[in-house]
Structure formats: structure tokens, C-alpha cells
């Protein structure tokens, strides 16, 4: 089980906005460490999406933002599109264990 | 164009050994962090380690399940990543993905290979 909890699935109808959250603790999110998002497409290696929190590389569509408040972060897409259907994993590092970084269960988005 | 390229995947034995090659191209090899993720079939994602530029040392942190078994190394004059993977156990078997490491970022990963896949047998 991770240490970083998301959401197993979310979905929303196309146009619409939707959250992912990313549920940390005082060892990481909460201990002040960046977090960072990425998509992975059905099929394909996975894509950084946001960095450092709140930024996106270039090419990322500004419908996707990135937010991160106490021990937890979020990930919105707003004006969902049929090509953002795709799983979602959030990441931190993580001072309590061993492992030092940490990626989140992820989270499936179905676009209805 | 900006590139990872993995090789080496297979199927072993367990407690047997594998390494894994990542061919970079289209930026500085030599100057960049580095790491492997792999990824268990319909799971999710686990980090296994990085190395930091020669300039930085090359100094190597792993994933507690990793630790002891598994060497990441570099070869900057072939523009090469490598994964030496020893006393491999079932538990192992994934996909793994080279990646590059962010600069400014110690641990976002902006780059991906392909991924290679490994399968340790019983």
C-alpha cells in the first residue's frame, strides 16, 4: 500500500473539471517536498506532466494544474477531453522510509 | 530529438542476474541525473534508484527492496545508463523504464524510455 493515497478512479463527462488528490503526510508532502504528476496513456511509458508542485513542462495543455497545500496535493483538469482518459500517478519524496521516493497508487480518469 | 532507449529485458531464474542497457541521445548525457522506475503488470509505479552526474559524484541511491541486489551505473562516454540486477526474485518481474532526471528537480523525471520488460521465473 502506498504511502501517497489517491483515488483508485475518478470520471467526468467531457467539458467538465476534475480533481485527483494526492493524500501524503509530515514525512513528505507535509515536510515541505515538491510533488509531481504524471499521465500514462493506455499502452505507453509514462509522461511528466506537472513538476514542482504547480508547473507544467512544455506542451502540457493549461487545463492541467497542480496545487499542494498541508500533506496533500491535487491535480485538476478542467474542460476534460477523451484523450485525457489515461491513469494518473502523483510523486514525493519521503524522508521516513528507506525507499526515499515515493509514487501514488494512481488514479484511472474516465472521461464518460 | 530527446531519447531513452532500454535493452537487456528477459526471462532468468530466480536468484539469477540481468542487466539492463539505456541508450540517451539528443541531450548531455553527461551532465544529467538519471533513474529506473519499473512497473508490476497492471500496477503501479515503483522508483528503484538514480545516480547523479560524475560531476556530482555518481552517487547512487536505491529503493529499500532493491538495496544490495541492484547496481546502477554509467557509462558517459557511450551515453549509457546500466541496471545490474543480482539475486533477482519473482517479486522483480516488471517493466522497466530508464528515465532522466529534471534538472533543478532532484526527483521528477521528464524523460521516459520505452521500457524493457523483466520476467524472473520460480
Known amino acids: 500500500q502506498s504511502v501517497l493515497t489517491q483515488p483508485p478512479s475518478v470520471s467526468g463527462a467531457p467539458g467538465q473539471r476534475v480533481t485527483i488528490s494526492c493524500t501524503g503526510s509530515?514525512?513528505?508532502?507535509?515536510?515541505?517536498?515538491?510533488v509531481h504528476w504524471y499521465q500514462q496513456l493506455p499502452g505507453t511509458a509514462p509522461k511528466l506532466l506537472i513538476f514542482?508542485?504547480?508547473n507544467r513542462p512544455s506542451g502540457v495543455p493549461d487545463r492541467f494544474s497542480g496545487s499542494k497545500s498541508g500533506t496533500s496535493a491535487s491535480l485538476a483538469i478542467t474542460g476534460l477531453q477523451a484523450e485525457d482518459e489515461a491513469d494518473y500517478y502523483c510523486?514525493?519524496?519521503?524522508?521516513?522510509?528507506?525507499?526515499?521516493?515515493?509514487f501514488g497508487g494512481g488514479t484511472k480518469v474516465t472521461v464518460l | 530529438e530527446v531519447q531513452l532507449v532500454e535493452s537487456g529485458g528477459g526471462l532468468v531464474e530466480a536468484g539469477g542476474s540481468l542487466r539492463l542497457s539505456c541508450a540517451a541521445s539528443?541531450?548531455?548525457?553527461?551532465?544529467?541525473?538519471m533513474s529506473w522506475v519499473r512497473q508490476t503488470p497492471g500496477k503501479g509505479l515503483e522508483w528503484v534508484g538514480r545516480i547523479k552526474s560524475k560531476t556530482d559524484g555518481e552517487t547512487t541511491d536505491y529503493a529499500a527492496p532493491v538495496k544490495g541486489r541492484f547496481t546502477i551505473s554509467r557509462d558517459d562516454s557511450k551515453n549509457t545508463l546500466y541496471l545490474q540486477m543480482n539475486s533477482l526474485k519473482t517479486e522483480d518481474t516488471a517493466v522497466y523504464y530508464c528515465t532522466r532526471v529534471k534538472g533543478g528537480y532532484s526527483y521528477a523525471m521528464d524523460v521516459w524510455g520505452q521500457g524493457t520488460t523483466v520476467t524472473v521465473s520460480s
Open positions: 510523486q514525493s519524496y519521503d524522508t521516513s522510509l528507506s525507499g526515499v521516493v515515493l
Open positions: 514542482g508542485n504547480n
Open positions: 509530515s514525512s513528505n508532502i507535509g515536510a515541505g517536498y515538491n
Open positions: 539528443g541531450f548531455s548525457f553527461r551532465t544529467t541525473y
